[in-house]
């Protein structure tokens, strides 16, 4: 499969990128280099720094790129950093990932893989499940 790969230069989506290219992929990372590393892009993926709020590069990186599927990892993550500027993480992880699911669909790429975060879930001293109740107590886990 032609695999693209948002957020590719951070730590989970890095790993997910080689893992898919010693599965025989090909795989494109489009990361804008923020909190990732240009160094931790696995070699063999094709690599496209930029911005998912630049709508223009993220449609000619989609329309063009003839994936099979994507898989999002480019959310910021610090739930401490969400609370003292809310505005960054709703521009990131909402407004950013809208534009990149509007390109998707625009383009027709039937799967998507979205990383998601635990942080959704009500705090418990017990372990979580997709059952649990959800009640994100910061920025980030709304």
Do not use: W
């Not at 383009?107 to 979580?128: N, Q």
């Amino acid at each position: 499969m032609n695999i693209l790969v948002t957020g590719g230069a951070g730590y989970i989506g890095s790993g997910c990128a080689q893992m898919l290219l010693e599965a025989g992929h090909t795989v494109t990372v489009l990361d804008a280099l923020v909190t990732g590393h240009r160094a931790a892009v696995p070699e063999g993926a094709r690599f496209i720094q930029a911005d998912l709020a630049d709508r223009d590069t993220v449609r000619k990186t989609v329309s063009e790129g003839k994936f099979d599927a994507a898989m999002h990892f480019a959310a910021f993550i610090e739930a401490g950093e969400s609370m003292r500027d809310p505005g960054k993480y709703m521009q990131n992880n909402v407004s950013c990932s809208i534009i990149l699911l509007e390109e998707i669909r625009r383009a027709e790429i039937g799967k998507f893989v979205f990383s998601s975060t635990a942080a959704v879930y009500a705090s418990s001293d017990k372990p979580l499940s997709e059952d649990s109740p959800i009640k994100p107590s910061n920025v980030y886990g709304q």
